[in-house]
């Protein structure tokens, strides 16, 4: 069965500070990761990354793939109270046609004016 | 206006009962997925459909039921055997492409059952 684990389960820090969000995984069929962004209702995609694009940049986000070690790093910088929200981390397996996506429990980050 | 609706948006139903929450996408896309999250548990799949009339169970399929007629819609029924039905549903629907993945989510329907 396929596992996805985030850590920390929550996170509270200042604005301003710096966080790192992790997600390991352990599939068959490794295709990608994804992280989500979920604040209310539905998640919103912000990276996925690939065997061929291990590295994503967007703005004070980054995110790296690490397939050696089976894991995934979220950073975000000079965070902001509209960055509190859940971050998901999803792995998509499985042969080519039949392929699912597994959710990690996700990552509770609260910013502190 | 392209996605994906859910309705409704909030439900509330009698234990042993069994209750419909509907899927529809206008996104042309292929493949759709049912999702269940509870506090603490992430997102847990419970049925995925590739093409239209044929889906397969995902990791908590018991006591759900769906159907696929139509590559638009996806209902999925809770029925009175699933022993938790109270939770957030999400649906979801990609595009059948190989090397770009596009997943969307539904807005959701929380269900809560008495």
């Known amino acids: 069965e396929d596992k996805v684990v985030q850590s920390p389960l929550s996170l509270v820090v200042h604005e301003g500070d710096t966080v790192t969000l992790n997600c390991s995984y352990e599939?068959?069929?490794?295709?990608?990761l994804l992280w989500y962004k979920q604040e209310k209702k539905a998640p919103t995609f912000l990276f996925m990354l690939?065997?061929?694009?291990i590295e994503k940049k967007s703005g004070r986000l980054s995110s790296i793939l690490d397939k050696k070690e089976l894991s995934s790093i979220l950073n975000i910088t000079a965070t902001q109270t509209g960055d509190s929200a859940i971050y998901l981390c999803?792995?998509?397996?499985?042969?080519?046609?039949?392929?699912?996506?597994?959710f990690g429990t996700g990552t509770r980050l609260t910013i502190i004016p | 206006d392209g996605g994906i609706t859910q309705s409704p948006k909030y439900l509330f139903r009698k234990e042993g009962q069994n209750v419909t929450l509907s899927c529809e996408q206008n996104l042309n896309h292929d493949a759709m997925y049912w999702y269940r999250q509870d506090p603490g548990q992430g997102l847990r799949l419970i049925y995925y459909?590739?093409?239209?009339?044929?889906?397969q169970k995902g990791d908590i399929a018991e006591g759900y039921s769906v159907s696929r007629e139509k590559k638009e819609s996806f209902p999925l029924t809770v029925t009175s055997a699933q022993k938790n039905p109270t939770a957030f549903y999400l649906c979801a629907s990609r595009r059948q492409t190989s090397g770009l993945y596009e997943q969307y989510f539904g807005p959701g329907t929380r269900l809560t059952v008495t």
């Open positions: 459909s590739q093409i239209v009339n044929d889906f």
């Open positions: 599939v068959t069929n490794f295709r990608s």
């Open positions: 999803a792995v998509e397996a499985g042969n080519f046609g039949n392929e699912k996506l597994t």
């Open positions: 690939t065997s061929s694009g």
